[in-house]
């Protein structure tokens, strides 16, 4: 087996550093497949293309991935299986799942097959592949509902989630702590907030993504609930950032990344509105599960991934809100 952060090279670059991304092709995929190709690393994808797409990949086939990189195949398939066997990466990045909430509520068995079943596919495929790391993406689900005096939440708290969704990553994380234990299958779990930004499309995507999609075709801003409960929102690019430090290293466990600040749904209907220059709130039942407050201790990785986020909310969701005009436009001349 191969030690990742032997492959580093100078500058905390991954040169020849082989990684797969589950995912890939999907918002968050996306933009790791970027940046860790700027990184020096030979980048592989597996996308089922449920919620990806390829053109999210556009940028990154003129940077050095190429198609026969892509497998487009499901995570519990044994294609996935064979590709992880032939590329034998050094670190896989898994991101692919299923992450919506009030679809896990309303179909839990697909929510597991996926969180799950999907996960110890993966798991089981690095262990043959003798891949030395797997960089998990996990969620502040797993934590539930957490008192005031809780907030911000550490990687120390119990894990308790409230909801089917939050309950398969958590499971997800005993599997990682079984193959790391048992299979020489090393990890970190990167606890993920409200991840935001550009390629952010879709029904089921989070709530900035959902209030820009709004404000660029006239339509409400849909809030669930009264509009005060908290969430931690983190810019993409981010989020990239933390992944790809994280590849530079060994496996640390949990940890979260985030702002480390609480924001109010009805703060980011406003900041979407100003962004967009329309756009009219409209209040809605919340989703069963849906927990009040919600907001991430990140000084774990300050201290171990020596990583801060750097984008500003307000200057993130403008961006997000661009990217929204930007595909509507296109989309219009198409």
Known sequence: MVDPVLRLGAGGRLNESTIVVTGGAGFIGSHVVARLLAAGATVKVIDDLSTGRLENLRDSLGAGLAEPDIRICDVRSTDAVDAIRLWRPEIVVHLAA?????????????????????????????????????????????????????????ETAPIAPTSPYGLSKATALKYLDWYRDHRSVDYTALVLGNVYGPRQVGPMCGVVGLMAQAAMTGGHLAIFGDGHQTRDFVFVADVAEAVTAACTTGGLGLVNIASGV?????????????????????????????????????????????????????????????????????????
């Open 98 to 154: 299923q992450s919506n909430l009030p679809a896990s509520t309303r179909s839990p068995l697909v929510d597991a097959d996926i969180n799950i079943r999907g996960t110890v596919n993966v798991l089981d495929s690095c262990a043959e592949a003798e891949t030395g790391l797997v960089v998990y993406a996990a969620t502040s689900a797993i934590y539930g509902t957490v008192d005031g005096d809780a907030v911000p939440v550490a």
């Open 262 to 334: 609480e924001t109010t749904v009805g703060e980011i209907a406003v900041l979407v509105s100003q962004a967009a220059g329309a756009g009219t709130p409209r209040h809605a039942d919340p989703p069963l599960g849906e927990v009040r407050r919600m907001a991430l201790d990140i000084s774990r990785a300050m201290d171990l991934l020596g990583w801060h986020p750097t984008t500003p909310l307000a200057e993130g969701v403008r961006i997000t809100v661009r990217a929204a005009r930007r595909r509507d436009s296109i989309k219009e001349a198409s």
